[in-house]
């Protein structure tokens, strides 16, 4: 499945984009008003390789969970079982990306793929409501700071659980996806993600997560250089770094990206965990990056190194670091809006407004 995923993905098609191009430039407003919503709205047709290109909905939110062993290493105070309690949170609607959804009118869909504790599931949770895909790979990663975190075999599967359930959003009328997480510890491997694939020193790479005090801080950066170090991960390798130093719900998401990009549906991108996911992503296939709109600039700083080495721009920024996919839900509007816009607007001609 991986490799039949890769293969998919091809370029942008030149055509649709110029043609989307051409179109900005007789409607009724000064070339160049829309800022970065122009650029965007040409990708998108040569994503889609029509101009317009459809409007981008549905929208529909994947949240991937997992659990991670560098946890015992004291990276972060809170404890592995709000992973499990907050995937409960999700299905009875009660967090923040649910809110968030609900504005957008997006679905929501959590997916264990790497929860280590029982999940506390509401038997009265509305079945209309967020749903729950169980595809637990291994019940959390090992601690990557004394083996690698999976072995090839349980990174492959992650990422094509990820495939999967791209596609099965896609063939349930989904028009575009939107990334989302959730995993206590995880801004730890994403962080060694990061450096893995762009090089930038671990404390680059590395911030603070949910807040931690300067003490857990430098032991997390410490963390980091160490897993760099014991595995050497070769950025070349994507499997094998995701293998080494990654996490279940990382993998998915590079999975859900690669997906994604087969099926030329856009996926907008969350924080730091979903940038480093993409990184994982783009290292697969190059070319899956004109799949992907960066939702929000994460707090965390490497967020910004990765969507610097990705060359993205993100369309917010709120100096927000949840996770969950709530960055990427705020920014739906702009990415629908740059859309509406060729769908929409009068040209000069059609109008009867004089041009300068």
């Known amino acids: 499945m991986l490799e039949s995923t890769v293969a998919a993905i091809g370029p942008l098609d030149e055509a649709a984009m110029a043609a989307a191009g051409e179109l900005q430039g007789r409607l009724t407003k000064p070339?160049?008003?829309?800022?970065?919503?122009?650029?965007?709205?040409?990708r998108l047709a040569g994503l889609a390789g029509a101009c317009p290109p459809p409007l981008p909905e549905p929208a529909a939110v994947a949240i991937f969970a997992g659990d991670h062993g560098v946890h015992a290493q004291g990276v972060t105070p809170w404890p592995q079982e709000v992973t499990a309690q907050m995937i409960g949170n999700f299905l009875a609607g009660g967090a923040v990306v649910n809110a968030?959804?609900?504005?957008?009118?997006?679905?929501?869909?959590?997916?264990?793929?790497?929860?280590?504790?029982?999940?506390?599931?509401?038997?009265a949770a509305d079945p209309a409501g967020p749903r729950l895909v169980a595809a637990n790979v291994r019940a959390g990663t090992r601690d990557l700071t004394v083996a690698a975190a999976l072995t090839r075999d349980e990174a492959r599967t992650a990422v094509e659980t990820g495939i999967r359930v791209a596609g099965e959003l896609i063939d349930g009328g989904a028009?575009?996806?939107?990334?989302?997480?959730?995993?206590?510890?995880?801004?730890?491997?994403?962080?060694?993600?990061?450096?893995?694939?762009?090089?930038?020193?671990?404390?680059?790479?590395?911030?603070?997560?949910?807040?931690?005090?300067?003490?857990?801080?430098?032991r997390k950066v410490g963390v980091v250089r160490a897993a760099l170090d014991r595995h050497a991960p070769d950025p070349a390798d994507p499997l094998g770094v995701l293998a080494a130093v990654g996490g279940l719900e990382h993998a998915a998401l590079a999975g859900l990206i690669l997906g994604a990009a087969a099926r030329r549906v856009p996926v907008l991108l969350d924080g730091v965990i979903a940038v480093s996911a993409a990184l994982a992503a783009t290292a697969f296939a190059p070319q899956a990056v004109g799949a992907m709109v960066a939702g929000h600039r994460s707090a965390e700083p490497g967020a910004t190194a990765a969507l610097r080495h990705l060359g993205l721009d993100p369309l917010i920024d709120l100096g927000l670091r949840l996770g969950e996919g709530t960055g990427a839900l705020l920014a739906l509007p702009v990415v629908t809006g740059a859309v509406r816009v060729l769908h929409e607007v009068a040209t000069f001609d059609s109008a009867g407004v004089a041009e300068k």
Do not use: C, K, W
């Not at 070339?31 to 040409?42: K, Q, R």
């Not at 575009?176 to 206590?184: C, H």
């Open 175 to 218: 028009g575009i996806l939107l990334t989302g997480d959730m995993g206590i510890a995880n801004t730890t491997p994403a962080a060694a993600l990061i450096a893995a694939f762009t090089g930038v020193d671990p404390a680059e790479a590395t911030g603070r997560g949910t807040g931690v005090d300067d003490e857990t801080y430098a």
């Open 100 to 123: 968030f959804a609900r504005q957008a009118g997006a679905s929501v869909t959590v997916v264990d793929v790497g929860v280590a504790t029982p999940l506390p599931l509401d038997p």
């Open 31 to 42: 070339a160049g008003s829309l800022g970065a919503l122009e650029p965007l709205s040409v």
